[in-house]
């Protein structure tokens, strides 16, 4: 049986992941055009909420 008594945790998986899921967040809310930092990149219509930033509402 190992001994783990005294062993420290090694946190190199743990910064991996969390390296890829913020990756994995930014690609997704570039594709849907939340934010635009490579131009022609994602979608062709953009979100529907920054459609409806853009043009102002008629009332």
Request: net charge neutral.
């Amino acid at each position: 049986m190992p001994r783990l008594i005294g062993k420290r945790s090694n946190p190199t998986p743990a910064i991996a992941l969390i390296a890829i899921l913020a990756a994995a967040v930014a690609v997704s809310l570039e594709y849907f055009g939340y934010i635009n930092l490579v131009p022609g990149f994602g979608r062709t219509t953009s979100s529907p909420m920054i459609s409806q930033m853009e043009e102002p509402s008629e009332i």
